[in-house]
């Protein structure tokens, strides 16, 4: 909290600090999905500049079960095409690359897909995502089957790494 006003104070974009300092951004509250073992949250994706192909859908998935489960695709009325992708190093250069056997949520455990992370990969948007909005995304899982989760649409920089904005405030003005 007190960190929170501190820098309250010194940035005008609270925006964007808000994101660093919680994980309960400023977005309309995403709500928790459950479909068996599989629990989502924290789902949100950006607003797109105008005429940007691309957007990317970010969230937690969570593996209460005692086996294995696997996002094997994603699909939205946003994009002609989605896909699931991961980031990789190629020399120097980071990209991102579809995972075409998809994401395991291994037992017992928590997957983020989250900004230069894992994350679902909407092309072709047939529209601009707009900020204050929602979209709907159908995820496609192994065990759990389809579920279908709302993805607010935040900032274009919403979910913007938390741990660089705490080491370099000052630098988003
Ligand atoms: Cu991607």
Redesign the pocket.
Known sequence: MKTYVLSALLLAATTTLAHAESHAMELPAAMEVVAGDITLSGAFTRATLPNAP?A?GFLDIVNAGAVDDRLISAASAISNVT?I?TMEMDGDVMR?REMPDGLVIPAGETVHLKPGGY?V?FMDLTGPLIEGETIMVRLNFEVAGEVDVKLPVGATNAGAMGMKMHDAPAASE
């Open positions: 691309v990317g896909q992708h991102m994350h990969m």
